[in-house]
């Protein structure tokens, strides 16, 4: 199975400053179609996860503008510009490239 | 409104059986990849399972093959995960979610507020 690890697993932020949160996988995530199923969710304290990012880059509609992803083959990143106060919560990558589907450990973001 | 929402989750005995069930609405059923995702207590997410639309595809993580069979109703708009020979690891909130498949796997872009499960004598 592919293996995905995040870093950190926990991240203490003050409001307004940027955020980078690391994932790597034991196997490269480009499909035989070209494509990277590499994906972002956030789980937000007492809710169920919402996806934030698709296929590496792909922003969702309604994710602000200051989280963009980034990266290739097997090292990507999620990184937030100016972190607010509804970031809160735990980030999951998640490669859809390979069966089973494995997701990171999670990092928790919190406000310093 | 697109939603699914899942249902059955219990408290059931080690060895025992459990169906749970995904009422989904709001998009067309028929035509999506579903999926199960769990969170055992304090943890993080593993992926389950997943279900091809016409349900002639499965695929399972290693932990649940032979005991958790996934199925689905496109006629009811209904995805069914059966769970068998349940063990106290088993124990977490299970969610139902929609898999765009071929166009993004993994991407699940539709979640349910999950269903709780557990496994103790």
């Known amino acids: 199975d592919v293996v995905m690890t995040q870093s950190p697993l926990s991240l203490p932020v003050t409001l307004g400053q940027p955020a980078s949160i690391a994932c790597w996988s034991s196997?490269?995530?480009?499909?035989?179609?070209?494509?990277?199923?590499l994906n972002w969710f956030l789980q937000r304290p007492g809710q169920s996860p919402r996806r934030l990012i698709y296929?590496?880059?792909n922003r969702d509609s309604g994710v602000p503008d200051r989280f963009s992803g980034r990266g290739s083959d097997t090292d990507f990143t999620l990184r937030i510009n100016r972190v607010e106060a509804e970031d809160v919560g735990v980030y999951y990558c998640?490669?859809?490239?390979?069966?089973?589907?494995?997701f990171g450990q999670g990092t928790k973001l919190e406000i310093k | 409104e697109v939603q699914v929402v899942e249902s059955g989750g219990d408290l059931v005995h080690p060895g025992g059986s459990l169906r749970l069930s995904c009422a989904a609405s709001?998009?067309?059923?028929?035509?999506?990849?579903m999926t199960w995702v769990r969170q055992t207590p304090g943890k993080g997410l593993e992926w389950v399972g997943n279900i091809k639309p016409d349900g002639s595809k499965k695929y399972y993580v290693d932990s649940v093959k032979g005991r958790f069979a996934i199925s689905r109703d496109n006629a009811e708009n209904s995805l069914y995960l059966q769970m068998n020979s349940l063990r106290p690891e088993d124990t977490a909130v299970y969610y139902c979610a929609r898999d765009p498949g071929g166009d993004s796997w993994g991407a699940f872009n539709i979640w349910g507020k999950g269903t709780t499960v557990t496994v103790s004598s």
């Open positions: 196997q490269s995530l480009v499909y035989k179609d070209g494509n990277t199923y």
């Open positions: 709001g998009f067309t059923f028929s035509n999506a990849w």
């Open positions: 296929k590496v880059s």
């Open positions: 998640m490669q859809g490239t390979h069966w089973p589907y494995t």
